[in-house]
């Protein structure tokens, strides 16, 4: 079992589950098997999470460190039982496709089909 310690450690690894799942869903074939999408940025990421609730949330330690809003909603998403993992720089690059992320990824439900 995981020591409190450990937890507390980013995700520093592209095969850590968590990360495969999510990286998974940059491709079509991935969004359509998991029924589900990433977002990705802080403006992005509030925007979709006011609308829905993510299936998980991925950021750096230096994500939110200049402003509340961003701290804010993290410890709101992980009181509702939303995962929210901490992953190192390298992990959040390979969840994106931005040149320069902003240092947070959303895993949302895709809407189903109407």
Known sequence: MPSVRDRDLPIASRENPHVRLAHSLLESSGR???AAFLVEGWRHVEGACAL????????????????????????????AGVPVRLVTEPIVN?????????????????PEPG
């Open 52 to 79: 829905v609730t993510p299936l998980a949330i991925f950021h750096t330690e230096g994500f939110g460190r200049n402003s509340a809003a961003p701290r804010a909603l993290l410890r709101r998403l992980a009181t």
């Open 94 to 110: 390979f969840l994106t496709d931005t040149v320069q992320p902003q240092g947070i990824v959303a895993v949302m439900p895709l």
């Open 32 to 34: 359509k098997k998991n």
